[in-house]
């Protein structure tokens, strides 16, 4: 049998490993429900488009373009500007900042904006008071209303922007002194290098960390619906729930979804003739410059801000309510609350960690349209509202489901019931689907930063595959990967919609038991598990923030 | 990977039937049934395991799940979702002398496919101090220009406002419906948003002087913990609308065996005891939801609003009639 084999040839396409052929297995059951999305196109859904067309679609577009426009513009100031002073100057507070800029991260948008509701709306304690204060009415004074399109762009944004500071703080430790200080030398003046040399070298992490941002934004449900809002998602919802259309609602979710998938290949044509890793071995620490006076408070105020009105507001309107709520809400099921949530965060932050490295290595071995546009699709999900990723889940499992079970019949005789549907394993798929684009997304921008040559030279010293992998790369990657894993972990504790629809019998998470309470318009008591969903978050934040920082000084 | 080996420790023990036990689909929230479920489980020691989330959702993963569904009970707060549910083909008929005689029949399915468990009315409120409650009269008359900027109401893709619209076409038909949607939107003080309790606030804080809500919305916030609910129900008061005509429009809370059911005999008994009476004393007091057994008292507040005449509507057209509803929302503006 010897003659007929080829000879082997390493990384050709020729050779496909075990690992690759696994890697794409895996790529492709996690493609299913994207696929099973955008298949709805050819199905038939009656009259529904002629009357979305003539009522309301125009609405949803104009509003999903705008929301997305709104919280693009505001969160890219609100997560670059604050990464660059944290990293590159040195203020009273800034290490500190340094993490806390991170834990509007752990605050579900809902949950901020029920509570931002709570204290801002008309009927709110600041708003009553000013009217007893003044003997004023309702429409005397002039105060600006947070249920609105442009609330909504601010509480996304207030939420959403850490994406962008962790990419973008990432991608700036990486960055040598070197290149800044050649700028430098070139009579480039620091406010100058900021917008000419590091700006643009981090541009593909802050494009990384803007894409999510987007996803998330066209795919939040709870805030615009709360907001009154009549977005994209919503009419999905509409379009499902009130006219009885299941296909429409797919078809529209599959319009968003190619929406998506247009802004990313432009974004990518956009920067393919750049290449962004250092060509020079020399990566020297960059010395943090030291503020003072005025400058250093401007610096402060800055980077407080965000933490300020993302976190520290919320929270603290959440601890005041369960301060009133806490002996009733606190229960013996609340410790399994904990549990359940936890639990499923941290298998599938590693499972997406894990996904996202075979897909982006196998990405980098057999370079091609398939593999570049199969991982482009595969971080789609992320612009897919839950519910919607949750019925196409579904479909495929609980085909696979029956098919099972004639085979299980036929063996052992009928009377099963499912064996996946209902299940832990298809929940967690599910989340895999809707957030692997997080992992993707930091092992990628990390991966960008991995010179070619540096593999070249590790194969020369006969150092490849899995021990290249361990021994070159995820020394240099750490960080990313750290990001990955704290991004999905704290999705996946704030996600709610397919959760609802998937979980198993007698199966709740903080999140579901906080939207059951909120959505009864019982914000009090929804405070406890949703301050909890906050707190839980914190921790890994917290702990990821410094490991990735000591990832940088390992290296330097 | 850590739950492989359970799912071939469930693939060896799914022959064998576990003890008695009832699986329900929930799209009404936890804390709003489930110590009815438990209180059933205390007499009969038969186990009820619940999923709650969104009605139209779980009625996709009953359809998805097919005959294998392990659902025996779907539970809504609406009869649109059931009737939408019994269309779809998902629920079966059974028949049970206590549920048919308990349960008027203006509030079940003729065949038996489900059955009202609980009775929610959709209502005017009104700032007490600015409104005369002698200017109120019907659901027609909120069109009225007189109105004009005062009238809070949540959005369209609310379904009680959907089974308010349905019913409207149902009694005027097509052309009259529209026109009536054209003038209430008209009188809307602000874009739709929130939930029920945001329009009773939303009156309170004189953001408009009219609403359109659910009565237990009132009645949880008449009885809540927190002082600042309280002092804005205390503001408004509810007016029952269309007392000299057809009556007050109503929805239920209600309930249907699936057909994909293998504890049949199970979800019946579960249905009977929704409707037993220290069940439906529960829906009065802890949910404030009028009981749909005669001769029940409600709690406090319930007992003192006074009597009131019910749209006598059979219910299952607000289903049929739903997405014609939507749809005459849409055309007329209403977010």
Redesign the interface.
Known sequence: MSEAKPPLQRGGLTHISPWTAATALAGATLLLPVFVITASVFLPSGDIWR?LY???LAEYLRNSLLLALGVGCLSLPLGVLPAWLVTLYRFPGSRQLEWALLLPLAMPAYIIAYTY?GML???G?L??WL?AAFAW???DYWFPEV??LPGAILMLALVLYPYIYLLARAAFLEQSACVVEVARTLGVRPAQAFFKVVLPLARPAISAGLALVLMETLADYGTV????V?TFT?GV??T?????S?IAAAQLSALLMLFVLCLLVLEQRARRLSRYHHTSARNTRLEPVTLRRHVALAAFCLCAAPVLFGFIIPAGQLLLWVI??WH?SLDSSFLALVWNSMELAF?TALLALLLALAVCYTRRRHAGLVTNAASRLLGMGYAVPG?VI??GV??PF?WL??HL?AW?DAL??A?????L?????ILVFAYLVRFLALSLNAVEAGLAKVKPSMDEAGRSLGVSGFSLLRRVHIPILRGSLLTGLLLVFVDVLKEL?AT?????????TLA??AY??A???RL?EAALPALAIVLAGIIPVIILSRAISRSRAAYA | M??LP??FS??LA??T?PAEQV?VYSGR????IKPLFDAFTQETGIRV??????A???I??LE???E???ADLLVTVDAGRLY?AQALGLLQPVSSAQLERTVPEVYRDPQGYWYGLSIRARVIVYAKEQVNPAQLSTYEALADPVWSGQLCVR???N?YN?SLVAAMLVHHGQDATEQWLRGLVANFAR????????QI??V????CRLALVNTY?LAGMLSS??A?EVN?ARQVALFWPNQMDRGAHVNISGAGVTRSA?HKDSAVRLLEYLVSVPAQEWYGKTNHEFPIRAGVAGGEILQSWCEFKADDLNLTVLGEK??AA??AM??AGW?
Not at chain 1, 240 to 244: A, E, M, S, Y
Not at chain 1, 415 to 419: F, K
Not at chain 1, 421 to 425: E, P, V
């Open positions: 009357h003539d009522t309301v509701t709306d008309v009927a304690p708003q009553s009217r009415h309702y429409g249920r609105s619906q709360y907001f009154g009549a919503t919802f509409k499902w729930f009130g006219l009885g299941s009133q709520t009733s298998i519910t949750a019925v579904l479909i609980t489901d029956r079970l299980y052992f005789g009377g099963a019931g499912l064996l549907s209902g299940t832990i394993f919609p609802l629809i998937l979980r198993p019998f007698n199966f709740n579901v038991r059951e309470l959505n009864e318009e009090a | 850590k739950y359970l799912l469930l693939l799914l022959p039937a699986n929230k936890e804390a709003l395991n619940l999923v709650t989330g969104k139209d959702a779980l996709k993963r998805l799940e097919g294998r569904s392990p939408r959005s369209s893709a379904i959907q874009a739709p948003k929130g939930g029920d309790r945001d606030k939303a309170a804080a004189g953001q919305y913990a927190i600042a804005a293998q739903n997405q939507v749809r849409d055309r977010k």
